[in-house]
């Protein structure tokens, strides 16, 4: 039986991807949370085989929460759910030490072989998203803006292109609006753009989001 632990921020997100798992009698749900905090509070006391993680959430995110997890166990095997397909996210995800990724569009029998696959060892991508990662790895003069951006920056740019406001992203990651200014201004500045409009646009044109996630 495979342990799986699973953490989104939105219930009916967790609902609908445990309602796919449920259906394989190889696995079992033993928990969910919806904030990268709380999952690094059960991965220490409880041992999931697979962490089923979002990247975009309360606090200290997917990303950070799976460098603590992984500090603290390293056998548990990571897999992201994510809508963003478009590099830097894939690359990032893998960098900190994920063993699939997988997007919230996939069809379930994807998410069930991911499981599976990393399950017995063997790292999970799906093959487009495989070769934009090698592309990356290989190009010695990347098109990629977003690639210097860190963990912190890339979320709240995500949040940003979806309309959050500062004080509501402040509220969500539990930190100032001051520090989200500040990461905000550091981001345009890496970026080369001077306002939210511009950075949509710059994430619309390299298909890091899609129109309908605005």
Request: contains cysteine; charged residues 25%.
């Amino acid at each position: 039986m495979i342990k799986i632990f699973l953490v989104d921020d939105h219930d009916l997100v967790r609902t609908g991807i445990k309602l796919i798992l449920d259906s394989e009698k190889s696995f079992e749900v033993i928990g969910e949370a919806d904030s990268g905090e709380d999952a690094v509070k059960f991965c220490r006391t409880q041992h999931p085989d697979v962490v089923m993680m979002d990247m975009n959430m309360p606090g200290i995110g997917g990303l950070e929460a799976t460098k603590k997890i992984l500090r603290h166990n390293p056998d548990i095997k990571v897999i992201f759910l994510s809508m963003y397909k478009e590099n830097p996210i894939p690359a990032k995800v893998m960098q900190v030490g994920a063993w699939g990724f997988v997007t919230k569009d996939a069809e379930p029998k994807e998410m069930i072989q991911a499981i599976f696959q990393v399950h017995a060892g063997q790292k999970y991508i799906a093959s487009d998203i495989a070769r934009q990662i090698a592309l990356g790895k290989i190009d010695n003069h990347p098109s990629d803006p977003f690639r210097d951006l860190s963990e912190r920056e890339l979320q709240i740019m995500i949040m940003l292109t979806k309309g959050e406001k500062v004080p509501d992203i402040a509220t969500r990651l539990s930190i100032s609006a001051k520090t989200v200014n500040t990461y905000r201004y550091r981001m345009f500045e890496k970026l080369g753009v001077t306002g939210d409009v511009e950075l949509t646009h710059l994430a619309l044109r390299h298909k890091l989001i899609s129109p309908e996630q605005i």
